[in-house]
Every structure is written in C-alpha cells, then in structure tokens.
C-alpha cells in the first residue's frame, strides 16, 4: 500500500485546537490500538493492517511531530504529552477498553499508558482500561537500549544542526545498518520512510522528538515497574538481529519481568512489522488466542 493510499483511509483529529494529527479507525470488534515508532508514522503497520482489522476495530494514529500530523517547531514534544493526545482520542472515538500493540517508541508510549492504567486501577478510579499489551522492538529498558550514533548526536547540544544536512541518503544508510541481513528495506520503502520524516519539515524536529531517550532514564522505575506488576498479558516480539534493541533487550526482559513471554525472530532487525509482518501477525495471533 502506497503512502497515498495510506493517507485516503485516514482523517483529522484537532489536538490542542490547533493541531492536526492523522488518524484510522477501521474495522469492528475489541479496539486494537497500534503506536508506531521513531521517526517513521503509523504506514509501518500497513503490511499487518488488513489481517488486524479482519478481527478488530483497529485505531491507529500518526502521533504529534510525525508522519502526516502537525510538526510544530515551538513544541515541547513528551511521551507524556503523546499520552495525553491519545488518551484524549480513543475518548473521542469512545475506545473505552483496548488491547495495544506497539513499536520503538510507541512501545515508551504504551509504557506511560500502562503506568497510567495500573494508577487507575491502585486508586479504583474508572478511565480507559487496557486488556493486553504486546511490545514490538524498542527501548524499553534504557539501561540495555544501544543507540545509534545520530541518536546520540541528536540528543547532544549538536543535536539542533542535524535537521539541515539530514537526507534521504542519510536516512537509507541509518535504516539498512538496523534492518536484519535478509530483509532489507527496498528503494520505494526507503522513499516512503523519507518523505514521512521529510514531510512538514519533520527532519527539523529531530533534536525535539528525540528527548524520549532521556524521559526514558527519568522515568524508568515507573515504567518498567508498570510491566513488572501488572495482571494484564504481556507479550515481547522481538527481532533479535536490531543493535538497537534486540537481543540485548530480549535478555534484560528475561531478566527482570515475571513470567516473560517472549518471542525471538532470528535474523529480523529493528522492523519486524516491516520485515517479517507475516510472522509479527502470527505470534500476535497466537497471544491473543493464549490469554482468551
């Protein structure tokens, strides 16, 4: 699916009044909320979409700073903040109760939904209420998360400069070093991945978007305990060739969550929605049939 395609199946939310973010909702059944990742948008899930909306009503959303959304450079950008939008959304679509599936960093903001939720639940307080969760690839733990060197420029005082010689050559280089050997990205996705990041001048707010890395040190015993002691069903699916947040990830997991449930694809990267959506949609599948 093309990204114009894409773009044909979505609308506009206002958030804040003033800014437009890019939203689909298809399909009928339990809500599936999907939360894409850094710094691409919610296109990442369009290989996985017609086999998740054939059994759910599937809401997914491009958040503030990225894809087709409003990209505003006066912005103080927070996981928090992409919470807030998206708490305020689903009680738009009045999404009461919803099953997650995320990616990179909207695994973070399914982090801060969930600490939200188990809040919820300590305080006997009624509000959105989260029945599973299933990361994908991302840093969930920073202190086995490995960055790439951009990353590290980025949130750098070097960081701001970045946007004005950032390509779409540049991009594909970044991109092919966290792709698995075997499933590399093609020239069309990589001109897709772009023009989302390039789109709205996107690439000037880099240095902005990139300051999870850091909200993920200060909040890291709320986060991490959220997983740790929740009743809900959790699943990890991971690509263990990402040197970001592959094996690494998949050990620190074992290590410190109760009864991790965890699946390893060899030889898949950093996108296993992109590089292996078949297998993604099975273990998903697979979960969702385990827990009833």
């Known amino acids: 699916m093309d990204l114009n395609a894409w773009r044909d199946k979505g609308e506009y939310y206002h958030y804040k009044t003033s800014h437009s973010i890019f939203t689909i909702?298809?399909?009928?059944?339990?809500?599936?909320?999907?939360?894409?990742?850094?710094?691409?948008?919610?296109?990442?899930?369009?290989?996985?979409?017609?086999?998740?909306?054939?059994?759910?009503?599937?809401?997914?959303?491009?958040?503030?700073?990225?894809?087709?959304?409003?990209?505003?450079?006066?912005?103080n950008y927070s996981i928090l903040d992409q919470a807030d939008l998206i708490e305020e959304w689903l009680s738009s679509k009045n999404a009461k109760?919803?099953?997650?599936?995320?990616?990179?960093?909207?695994?973070?903001?399914?982090?801060?939904?969930?600490?939200?939720?188990?809040?919820?639940?300590?305080?006997?307080?009624?509000?959105?209420?989260?029945?599973s969760i299933c990361f994908l690839n991302g840093g969930l733990f920073p202190e086995a998360h490995q960055p790439l060197l951009i990353?590290?420029?980025?949130?750098?005082?070097?960081?701001?400069?970045?946007?004005?010689?950032?390509?779409?050559?540049?991009?594909?280089?970044?991109?092919?070093?966290?792709?698995?050997?075997?499933?590399?990205?093609?020239?069309?996705?990589?001109?897709?991945?772009?023009?989302?990041?390039?789109?709205?001048?996107?690439?000037?707010?880099?240095h902005l978007l990139i300051r999870y890395m850091q909200e993920r040190r200060e909040h890291r015993t709320r986060w991490v305990s959220a997983m740790q002691e929740t009743n809900i069903p959790i699943r990890l699916i991971d690509g263990i060739a990402d040197p970001i947040s592959g094996q690494n990830i998949v050990?620190?997991?074992?290590?410190?969550?109760?009864?991790?449930?965890?699946?390893?694809?060899?030889?898949?990267?950093h996108f296993p929605l992109i590089e292996a959506p078949r297998l993604v949609l099975k273990y998903y599948q697979e979960f969702l049939l385990k827990i009833g």
């Open 151 to 206: 990353q590290k420029i980025l949130i750098s005082p070097l960081g701001g400069w970045v946007g004005y010689f950032f390509n779409r050559n540049k991009l594909a280089k970044n991109f092919k070093k966290i792709f698995g050997p075997n499933t590399q990205p093609t020239e069309k996705e990589l001109n897709e991945f772009w023009f989302l990041v390039h789109n709205n001048g996107g690439k000037y707010i880099f």
């Open 251 to 269: 050990n620190r997991y074992k290590e410190i969550i109760p009864n991790p449930d965890v699946i390893e694809l060899e030889n898949i990267g």
């Open 25 to 75: 909702d298809e399909g009928r059944g339990d809500v599936l909320l999907l939360i894409h990742g850094f710094p691409t948008a919610s296109w990442d899930w369009w290989k996985m979409w017609d086999g998740l909306v054939k059994e759910h009503r599937v809401l997914a959303l491009d958040m503030i700073g990225f894809g087709f959304s409003a990209k505003p450079i006066k912005y």
């Open 97 to 131: 109760q919803i099953k997650i599936l995320c990616h990179d960093y909207g695994d973070t903001v399914g982090q801060e939904l969930l600490a939200r939720f188990q809040g919820r639940l300590k305080q006997k307080r009624e509000g959105l209420k989260i029945t």
